[in-house]
């Protein structure tokens, strides 16, 4: 089976600050902007840092934080992508002297302390640290693959990189 897979640059430490802020000014442009079925699971991240609600409301309120601080980046070397894919995908990124997991990318859940989901949505990400630390080893040997599909993952994760670190950003991936 197919799945879907979103990637966001995202400020981290303005994600972050958001939780639990209780921001009034950030409450009425996330208002303003979520749809929904979100809205009252982000106004629960931002009034109180966490939600109620089943795993995949939270992790779609997440992902709303992380649509308004950062920004969506070009996903279409992975959606859609099978799971055996992903794992050629980490297998090769971690062979890379930038050593990044794919895996944890979008499956990591990182720092965020949100349910697990059951099934999907998942989500995980790079800290802005891991960005930085990739760029230029990613700049200085471009990923390559034999097969043509993976290499395209590999130069996608390579641009994702390269957007995030002139961002001083982190990544976040979910996937679907």
């Known amino acids: 089976m197919s799945r879907g897979i979103m990637i966001y640059s995202v400020d981290e430490a303005a994600l972050k600050a958001a939780l639990a802020s209780n921001d009034p000014e950030l409450l009425d442009r996330l208002e303003k902007v979520c749809s929904d079925s979100t809205w009252p699971q982000v106004m629960q991240l931002v009034k109180a840092g966490a939600c109620r609600g ?10 709303a934080l992380c649509q308004h601080f950062g920004v ?3 996903n279409g070397a992975v959606s859609p992508i099978r799971q055996a894919t992903i794992q050629d995908a980490d297998q090769a990124l971690l062979a890379h002297p930038c050593a990044l997991s794919l895996d944890q990318l979008v499956y990591g859940h990182g720092v965020f302390p949100f349910t697990l ?3 999907f949505p998942q989500f995980g990400h790079w800290s802005e640290d891991q960005v930085r630390t990739a760029a230029p080893l990613l700049e200085n ?4 693959h034999d097969d043509a599909d993976l290499e395209s993952i590999l130069l996608s994760v390579s641009d994702w990189i390269t957007i995030a670190h002139a961002r001083n950003n982190a990544l976040f991936g979910f996937i679907y």
């Open 117 to 119: 989901a059951s099934d």
């Open 54 to 63: 089943d795993a995949e409301q939270q992790i779609f309120a997440f992902e």
């Open 141 to 144: 040997q471009p990923p390559e």
């Open 72 to 74: 969506e980046l070009d």
